[in-house]
């Protein structure tokens, strides 16, 4: 049986960058992850249902998140200012539904389409 439309959790994915030093994805990960637990709490950070997906490409990556915690998301990313003692900055670069466009701003995807191109009959 399928959920009805109204009944399914509506999600948003986020395109972040890190301007900085190199950073590789788990360190990345791991202090998104906690810097969002120490801003919202845990029962917070399991409702916003967040998903990095092992995206990665030059210093960029994407998180799913639910509709109503992506501004919280954005949030953290002002928060965190260091990463293994290195100094950053996380940037959000592009919010949207559709994981394909998401994957458009990650760049180099050969599969994805230029949306700004196609026609949708509009």
Same mark, same amino acid.
């Given at each position: 049986?399928?959920?009805?439309?109204?009944?399914?959790? #509506?999600?948003?994915?986020?395109?972040?960058?890190?301007?900085?030093?190199?950073?590789?994805?788990?360190?990345?990960?791991?202090?998104?992850?906690?810097?969002?637990?120490?801003?919202?709490?845990?029962?917070?950070?399991?409702?916003? $249902?967040?998903?990095?997906?092992?995206?990665?490409?030059?210093? #960029?990556?994407?998180?799913?998140?639910?509709?109503? @915690?992506?501004?919280?998301? #954005?949030?953290?990313?002002?928060?965190?200012?260091?990463?293994?003692?290195?100094?950053?900055?996380?940037?959000?670069?592009?919010?949207? $539904?559709?994981?394909?466009?998401?994957?458009? @701003?990650?760049?180099?995807? #050969?599969?994805?389409?230029?949306?700004?191109?196609?026609? @949708?009959?509009?």
């Amino acid at each position: 049986m399928k959920f009805l439309p109204v009944l399914k959790e #509506k999600k948003r994915y986020i395109v972040f960058e890190i301007i900085g030093a190199k950073i590789n994805f788990t360190d990345a990960k791991h202090n998104i992850l906690n810097a969002l637990k120490d801003f919202i709490g845990e029962y917070g950070s399991a409702n916003a $249902g967040i998903i990095i997906l092992d995206e990665w490409r030059n210093e #960029k990556g994407i998180i799913k998140v639910n509709i109503k @915690y992506a501004d919280f998301l #954005k949030s953290t990313f002002l928060r965190i200012s260091n990463i293994k003692k290195e100094k950053v900055i996380i940037r959000s670069v592009y919010t949207t $539904g559709i994981l394909k466009k998401a994957k458009l @701003y990650l760049g180099g995807d #050969k599969n994805a389409t230029n949306y700004e191109s196609s026609d @949708y009959g509009l």
